[in-house]
C-alpha cells in the first residue's frame, strides 16, 4: 500500500501492506530487516519522523507509533479519525510533527 526511502540512509526504505505489516529494508538485503504488526489492521499509510527514530503508519480507524530504537509501538491514536487512514505524512524538519488523514 505504500513504500518510502528514509530520509536519512539511502539503502534504507519501509514499506505498509494490506498484510497488517509494516516492513523495514535494506537495499543490500533480500529480507526485511525488521517487521512490525499492525494486528491485523490493513496499513494504509506510513511515513518516519524527521530524525528517524519513529515510524507512523494508518492501521485502519488507528494512527500508531512505533519506536525505531526499541521496537515496541510507543502510541496508539484511536480517537483521531473514523474512516480508514489512508495518508500520513511526517513533518520534513520536526521530529514530534504529523499530519494524517482518510
Same mark, same amino acid.
Given at each position: 500500500n505504500a513504500i518510502r526511502f528514509s530520509q536519512l540512509d539511502s539503502n534504507s526504505l519501509f514499506s505498509a501492506s494490506s498484510d497488517s505489516t509494516l516492513r523495514l529494508w535494506d537495499l543490500r538485503s533480500p529480507s526485511p530487516s525488521h517487521s512490525f504488526s499492525a494486528g491485523g489492521k490493513?496499513?494504509? !499509510? !506510513?511515513d518516519m519522523n524527521a530524525d528517524g527514530t519513529q515510524l507512523v503508519a494508518g492501521c485502519g480507524h488507528l494512527l500508531r507509533v512505533w519506536d525505531l530504537r526499541t521496537r515496541k509501538v510507543l502510541r496508539n491514536y484511536g480517537d483521531v479519525h473514523t474512516d480508514d487512514i489512508t495518508q500520513v505524512r511526517c513533518h520534513p524538519t520536526l521530529a514530534s510533527a504529523v499530519v494524517s488523514g482518510g
Open positions: 490493513e496499513i494504509w !499509510a !506510513a
